[in-house]
């Protein structure tokens, strides 16, 4: 993404917020932790798989 791209999101981001930049912030905020929840999950799917693949069974 270029610098000019980046500038037109983070004026959208403010302007879809009525230019309230510690609203966008806040939602910024509010959307990281989301995808960060989602990531979590992910890496503990991967995790499951990679041990169902090996055949480890580590609550038995």
């Known amino acids: 993404m270029s610098l000019r791209s980046k500038d037109a999101a983070i004026d959208e981001i403010v302007a879809s917020c009525s230019?309230?930049?510690?609203?966008a912030v806040r939602a910024?905020?509010?959307?990281?932790?989301?995808?960060?929840?989602?990531?979590?999950?992910?890496?503990?799917?991967?995790?499951?798989q990679s041990l169902v693949e090996r055949g480890d069974h580590i609550l038995h």
């Open 19 to 23: 230019g309230d930049l510690r609203g």
């Open 28 to 48: 910024l905020l509010l959307i990281n932790e989301h995808l960060e929840a989602e990531l979590a999950k992910l890496y503990a799917a991967a995790a499951d």
